[in-house]
């Protein structure tokens, strides 16, 4: 498989809510925790990270790292970041991991809306 030669990869699907108050800097909170992995924006508020190496290998803490900030951004009316990850699992496509982290995120989303 592709993936084999590559090593192993995880795909995070993030969120960014009250996009009222999204400018550039928001969307760096993903840059900067995420910084070995590259982060892309397929939408308005969406962003993409494919997680390999140094970040894999930490991902539960830098997951961690968005709780952290989505605690301070609560109470300091900052932007909150929705977030799921799904990592490769023998799945025939990458789209399987997408897509679990996509459900993930929205999971996320939904806990997130009713901690307010």
């Known amino acids: 498989m ?4 590559i ?5 995070l699907v993030l969120l960014i809510e009250n996009m009222d108050v999204l400018t550039g800097c ?7 925790i995420f910084s070995h992995s590259p982060v892309f924006r397929i939408g308005g508020d969406e962003f993409v990270v494919i997680s390999q190496g ?6 539960d803490e830098l997951i961690g790292r968005i709780g952290k900030h ?12 929705a977030c799921g990850m799904s ?3 023998d799945d025939d ?3 399987n991991v997408f897509e679990r982290a996509d459900h993930e995120m929205y999971k996320d989303k939904a806990r997130l809306k009713g901690e307010k």
């Open 26 to 32: 928001n969307s760096r909170v993903i840059c900067d």
């Open 70 to 81: 989505n605690e301070e951004a609560a109470r300091d009316g900052g932007v909150i970041v």
């Open 54 to 59: 140094a970040d894999y290998e930490r991902i």
């Open 87 to 89: 990592k490769y699992d």
């Open 93 to 95: 496509s990458s789209v």
């Open 2 to 5: 592709y993936y084999s030669a």
């Open 7 to 11: 090593g192993s990869i995880a795909i």
